[in-house]
């Protein structure tokens, strides 16, 4: 079975801080993404890649970075935390190829609160 | 430009009562369709998704879809609602933005489900 996995489930840092949100998938894909939940917007990308060392902006990408050493990880970083921030934080993945058929598997998520 | 809307934020069905969720989306070519669901504190669960052929698709949990290109419309439905599938459901578009396969995220209906 598919497997994503987010390293922690609830985060609570303070503004300023440098903060790391990790995630590992098990399938070989490709493809990884990072996505920001809140209430009322739905999903919004924040940036995905498509290979190692490779990365693309998505919709809000600004305050973020990403790296991709391996291809099975995939880390989300804030710069300087805000508290606008506080959000939940989706990782995903697909397939070799990342063609349009393919579905998206998740990762649990990380329910980060930035004070 | 790409888009998904879900035109109900909440709904509040009994149990064993049908259910319909609304999804409408713009995408300018054959659009490629997907429904999550994400259980409370859990991360996205694909139920169903249409590529092309039979517009009547199924998929897990007992729940289907029917996508109709006139009303640029992708409705999930179930006959029968069980207190279980009480969560957060989520239609998506699979795009191509500057040649990367990305996922449109419509803004989510949040589903409550009356013993």
């Known amino acids: 079975d598919v497997k994503v996995t987010q390293s922690s489930r609830y985060l609570v840092k303070r503004t300023g801080e440098k903060v790391f949100l990790e995630c590992v998938q098990d399938m070989d894909h490709e493809n990884m993404f990072w996505y920001r939940q809140d209430p009322g917007l739905g999903l919004r990308l924040i940036y995905f890649?498509?290979?190692?060392?490779?990365?693309e902006k998505g919709d809000i990408p600004e305050g973020y970075s990403v790296s991709r050493e391996k291809k099975e990880r995939f880390s989300l970083i804030l710069e300087s935390a805000s508290t606008n921030q506080t959000s939940m934080y989706l990782c995903?993945?697909?397939?070799?190829?990342?063609?349009?058929?393919?579905?998206?598997?998740f990762g649990d998520g990380t329910r980060l609160s930035i004070l | 430009a790409q888009s998904v809307t879900q035109p109900d934020i909440h709904i509040t069905v009994s149990e064993g009562a049908s259910l319909e969720l609304r999804c409408n989306y713009s995408y300018g070519a054959t659009p490629y369709l997907f429904w999550y669901v994400q259980s409370p504190g859990q991360g996205l669960q694909l139920l169903l998704k249409y590529f092309s052929g039979d517009t009547l698709v199924q998929g897990i949990k007992g729940f289907e879809a029917e996508f109709k290109r006139s009303q640029s419309s992708f409705n999930l439905r179930k006959p029968s609602v069980h207190w279980s599938d009480a969560a957060e459901y989520f239609c998506a578009v699979a795009g191509l933005s500057g040649g990367y396969n990305k996922l449109i995220f419509g803004a989510g209906t949040r589903l409550a489900v009356h013993p």
């Open positions: 890649s498509y290979d190692v060392k490779m990365k």
């Open positions: 995903a993945s697909t397939s070799p190829g990342g063609s349009r058929d393919q579905p998206q598997h």
